[in-house]
């Protein structure tokens, strides 16, 4: 049974530049999100896919920000015009089930901004 | 709205001493009310889960958490800490009606277990 897995594990870029992030779910999970922890917090909802189908968006996904679930398969979320602030740890989720919060986390992705 | 507070980012106990990590919510609908523990450089890892069945719920590890709504607390113990439990742990809340998306979490307590 392999978990969650993300890619990469860590990045470092400059401001301005653009990054991509890729989780790939559980295998027959049909759900996933995307989650983001900055130090000293917990983590904070980013958005929601259920298949390939994108359901929902916090508010803290600024339009620099996409995320695409094109096969219901594996994930990515893409940052645009990288700021300093959006250095943060970017965690990917998975889920079978519905409205239990029952999450399976990947490891995260670090990004720094410098 | 649904929120948590966790009191206390960082909590010390001596091995064999007993573990109490705190987590009081606030919720506008019946909750769900779950721990996530986080070892260094793994993922968040479900603990436990409270969905209005026994109010008192065992987890993993030894651990467990009792829901009182008259305190709207959730806190966590363990009655003898191993070293193994040194990690962060995270209270989280949810509607007992919706989806998993709306999962809050708190800020996380660190916990340090003393030889």
């Known amino acids: 049974d392999t978990g969650v897995s993300q890619d990469p594990r860590h990045k470092i870029t400059k401001r301005g530049q653009n990054v991509t992030f890729r989780c790939d779910p559980i295998?027959?999970?049909?759900?996933l999100y995307w989650y983001r922890q900055t130090l000293g917090q917990g983590p904070e909802f980013l958005t929601y896919?259920?298949?390939?189908?994108?359901?929902?968006k916090s508010r803290l996904l600024s339009d620099r920000f996409s995320a695409e679930r094109p096969k219901g398969s594996f994930s990515t979320l893409e940052i645009q015009r990288t700021e300093q602030g959006d250095s943060a740890m970017y965690l990917c989720?998975?889920?079978?089930?519905?409205?239990?919060?029952?999450?399976?986390f990947g490891e995260g992705s670090r990004l720094t901004v410098l | 709205a649904q929120s948590v507070t966790q009191l206390g980012s960082h909590v010390s106990v001596s091995e064999g001493a007993l573990v109490l990590l705190r987590c009081n919510y606030s919720s506008s609908v019946p909750p769900y009310l779950f721990w996530y523990v986080q070892y260094p450089n793994q993922g968040l890892q479900l603990l436990l889960k409270?969905?209005?069945?026994?109010?008192l719920v065992k987890g993993i590890n030894g651990f467990e958490a009792e829901f009182k709504k008259s305190e709207t607390s959730f806190h966590l113990t363990k009655p003898s800490a191993h070293m193994s439990d040194a990690a962060e742990y995270f209270c989280a809340v949810s509607p007992s009606s919706g989806s998993a998306r709306q999962l809050t979490f708190g800020s996380g307590t660190q916990l340090t277990v003393l030889p």
């Open positions: 896919f259920q298949n390939e189908a994108q359901l929902e």
């Open positions: 989720a998975s889920s079978s089930k519905p409205n239990t919060g029952e999450l399976f």
């Open positions: 409270y969905t209005s069945a026994a109010t």
């Open positions: 295998s027959e999970h049909n759900r």
